[in-house]
């Protein structure tokens, strides 16, 4: 399945890549391993947002570069290297998904509880 795309561009974020309990303390329990990767996301006019499913090292920029402009050069992606992350706020698309949550929330018998403000 593919998908038009308005916009690409790359990011920083750290992520886990391991446990050792050597590095366990009481703000890490587990003693996770994290380091800083390269993503690449695109976004279509809607306002949904797709995260490439390879990531880059710190030092690759270029590659990261070159894949945003490859994928704005043809103006899709195809959903078989990329996954689908939160929408853009405020978009159509997070507007479609917010409906969606309200009804669930309606619907699930705690209606003016939690939400109803």
Known sequence: MKFSIISASFFLDETVVGYDSEFADMGNPQGAIYQTHIYVEASTASGRRFIHKRCFDIGNESHA??????????GQINLTYWGETYEIYGSPAWQEADDA????HEASGLGGFVRDY
Not at 65 to 74: C, E, G, I, P
Request: aromatic fraction near 8%.
């Open 65 to 74: 570069q070159l894949l945003v402009d490859r994928v704005l050069s043809k």
């Open 101 to 104: 949550r309200q009804y669930a």
